[in-house]
C-alpha cells in the first residue's frame, strides 16, 4: 500500500476529521485539527480504534480536500493519525498542507518506512509489530503507552535508539490508567528522563 517512489499518493482512506485539543504528549493542550487515515495491521490487542484496521471501508479523499478542511477549520496544527499513516506515502499530503502554512504533526507506530515532511514526529511503538529503524533518528516524541509493569523495561530499548532531543513519554493505556498509575510515577521519579502523558482528552469528554 505504500506508494511507488516515482508516484505521489493524491488520496488516502479518510476515516474521519476532526478540530479538537491535543490530548497526549508534548502537545497536549493545543488546539489541532485530527486526519485519521483508514489501514492498521499492528494488530494491538487494546487497540482504541479497531474499527480504522481494514481500509477498504473509507473512499479515498484527495490531499487537496483534506488540506481544504484543514485549512477551513482555522487550525495551524494538523495531527495525522490512523490506523497506521505511514502505511501510505505521506508526500503528497504533507506538502499540500505546509504549502498552506499548516504545521504538520504524525502519530505512527513506525513500522513502515518514514514518508513525508513533518514539523513534529511522534514516536509510539507497539510489542506487537517491531518499528522500521527509519523512524528512530527522525522521532522527535518517544510516547510508550504502558499496559503491564514489563512495558517499563520494552521501553527502555526504544531511548537508547531515538536522538537526544527526543521527548519521552510514558502512557498508561486508558483502561488500566488507575492500576498503572501507581508504578509510572514511581518509575518517572526514579528515571526523570521520562515524563507522563495522560489522555486528557478523555477527561474532557472531546474525541
Ligand atoms: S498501531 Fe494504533 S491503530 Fe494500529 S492496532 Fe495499534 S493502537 Fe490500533
Redesign the pocket.
Known amino acids: 500500500m505504500v506508494g511507488a517512489p516515482d508516484t505521489l499518493l493524491t488520496s488516502l482512506p479518510l476515516m474521519e476529521d476532526f478540530y479538537t485539543i491535543q490530548g497526549e504528549g508534548a502537545y497536549q493542550g493545543h488546539a489541532a485539527y485530527f486526519v485519521r487515515l483508514g489501514g ?5 490487542v ?5 474499527e ?2 481494514d481500509a477498504s471501508g473509507f473512499p479515498p479523499v484527495s490531499v487537496e480536500e483534506i488540506t481544504r478542511k484543514v485549512t477551513f477549520s482555522g487550525a495551524t496544527v494538523a495531527v495525522i493519525t ?3 499513516p505511514l502505511m501510505y506515502d505521506l508526500t503528497a499530503l504533507t506538502q499540500s498542507l505546509r504549502r498552506a502554512g499548516i504545521r504538520t504533526h504524525l502519530e505512527t ?1 513506525g ?1 513502515y518506512p518514514l514518508t513525508g515532511s513533518w514539523d513534529w514526529i511522534c514516536f ?1 511503538p ?1 510489542k ?1 509489530k517491531a518499528p522500521h529503524p527509519s523512524i528512530f533518528e527522525k522521532a522527535d516524541e518517544l510516547k510508550i ?1 504502558v499496559y503491564n509493569a514489563s512495558d517499563f523495561d520494552w521501553a527502555e530499548q526504544f531511548v537508547q535508539e531515538v536522538g537526544d532531543k527526543c521527548v519521552c513519554f510514558l502512557q498508561p493505556e486508558w483502561s488500566r490508567e488507575q492500576e498503572m498509575l501507581p508504578a509510572i510515577i514511581a518509575y518517572v521519579k526514579a528515571n526523570p528522563k521520562w515524563k507522563i502523558s495522560l489522555q486528557i482528552h478523555k477527561y474532557m469528554n472531546i474525541p
Do not use: I, L, Q, T
Not at 492498521?40 to 494491538?44: F, I, K, L, M, T
Open positions: 492498521c495491521d499492528v494488530g494491538c487494546w487497540c482504541d480504534v479497531k480504522s484496521w490512523g490506523g497506521e507506530s513500522v509510539s507497539k506487537f503507552v
